[in-house]
């Protein structure tokens, strides 16, 4: 899958930013970058201004790690073709859209967050997909923090709904052109009991796909402990986490791992064991991927190149019965070319590993000439 953006999501985004300045536009990406880079969560997305800023300048960077690792999971479970996805902390709907283009087999998806900005852009950029099961999903604006560990029913979040979907299907009809409709259109509206009974009759059979990204580094390690525990209780199938790409993200990764394998997740990747991490600080494990950024992108940020790296760092497990590719390593670093050949950095079963392959050795050179950071063996 294409590090870039959907067509139809880079046009939703275009009409959603048009009538913003792109003075206004990159005072406000500075702005919420250096809020995120000191520790801030999505709460300081207030405004329309602030959502497109989030969507010009962190989104493209965000659904390029999310397909990154997405398409990681279909590489060693090939077979697996989920049907109800729960894109949980889901922002604008990032993840959400990953998932869309990789499996055509989905057929509902349930978008939650707690920022009613966000989850009103969500929605509005839903509406503008090809992917039916994009453009009929429903939303739900509640805090992760609600979730109950002991049952990970959804159903017990005291939340309203961001309409239904049968709403959604009525305004995917006749969608706005102007910005300033789709930003109308995308306010939250409380569903009655009707539509909230029939959310909660589909929201009671557990999820085969949840992803969560970027969503973990915002708590604090009970509520996270609490949320996971919740999420892996409705997982059917396999469990999606992505954070930042750096030595607190890794932490975060790994806090998850060791709480899921107690519970008998499978690791589907990065990992090719599911011994104990053998990383210590000062290294964390962490994958990088490079993204073009538009020239919307480019002015927000003020930048001079047209693409950028984000680093990230990821889990997927899985419930046993998905069946899955052998994998013999992973590679945790750019790989190091030499004159003899290339030197890999491993994530093998039994550990770390340092192998060198040389280009005398033809079929075994060509079988990992074009291998990278990231990449299984």
Same mark, same amino acid.
């Given at each position: ?18 009538? *913003? ?6 005072? #406000? ?7 995120? #880079? ?39 479970a ?57 453009? +009929?999903?429903?939303f739900? +604006?509640s ?6 560990p ?8 005291? +939340? ?11 305004? +995917?009809?006749? #969608? ?6 789709? #930003? ?10 009707? =539509? ?33 525990a =919740? ?9 999606? *986490? ?24 499978? *690791?589907v ?24 950024? =538009? ?56 550990g770390?590993? @340092? ?11 060509k079988a ?6 990231? @990449?299984a063996?």
């Amino acid at each position: 899958m294409s590090a870039g953006l959907p067509g139809a999501l880079q046009d939703a985004i275009a009409r959603f930013t048009a009538d *913003i300045a792109p003075k206004d536009l990159a005072a #406000r990406s500075a702005s919420l970058t250096q809020t995120y #880079r000191s520790g801030a969560g999505s709460n300081v997305i207030a405004n329309d201004r602030d959502v497109a800023a989030y969507l010009t300048t962190r989104l493209p960077a965000t659904y390029a790690a999310m397909a990154a690792v997405l398409d990681a999971v279909n590489e060693r479970a090939p077979h697996f073709a989920p049907t109800r996805l729960l894109d949980a902390g889901a922002g604008p709907g990032t993840a959400s859209w990953a998932a869309a283009e990789l499996w055509p087999s989905l057929k509902a998806i349930t978008m939650l967050d707690r920022n009613p900005h966000l989850l009103a852009a969500a929605r509005t950029l839903a509406l503008t997909s090809p992917h039916p099961s994009l453009s +009929s999903a429903a939303f739900i +604006s509640s805090d992760l923090a609600s979730l109950s560990p002991s049952t990970g029913n959804l159903l017990l979040l005291p +939340s309203p709904l961001v309409g239904s979907r049968a709403d959604q299907r009525q305004q +995917s009809c006749r #969608r706005p052109e102007r910005v300033g409709a789709l #930003r109308s259109s995308a306010r939250p509206t409380e569903g009655g009991a009707a =539509s909230a009974r029939l959310e909660a009759s589909e929201q009671a059979a557990s999820y085969d796909l949840i992803l969560a990204g970027y969503t973990f580094a915002e708590l604090s390690g009970a509520s996270r402990d609490r949320i996971l525990a =919740s999420l892996w209780t409705a997982c059917s199938g396999t469990l999606v *986490i992505v954070e930042p790409g750096t030595p607190a993200g890794f932490a975060t990764i790994l806090a998850c791992r060791t709480t899921l394998l107690a519970a008998g997740a499978r *690791i589907v990747a990065p990992c090719a064991g599911a011994h104990p991490c053998p990383i210590a600080a000062p290294d964390w494990c962490h994958f990088a991927e490079r993204l073009p950024r =538009s020239r919307a992108h480019m002015r927000a940020k003020d930048a001079s190149v047209p693409f950028e790296d984000e680093k990230f760092a990821y889990l997927a497990v899985a419930r046993e019965g998905l069946e899955l590719t052998p994998l013999e390593a992973r590679i945790l670093a750019q790989p190091h070319a030499t004159k003899p050949g290339v030197r890999f950095r491993l994530c093998t079963p039994s550990g770390l590993a @340092d192998r060198m392959v040389l280009k005398r050795d033809k079929p075994a050179y060509k079988a990992v000439s074009r291998k990278t950071w990231g @990449d299984a063996l």
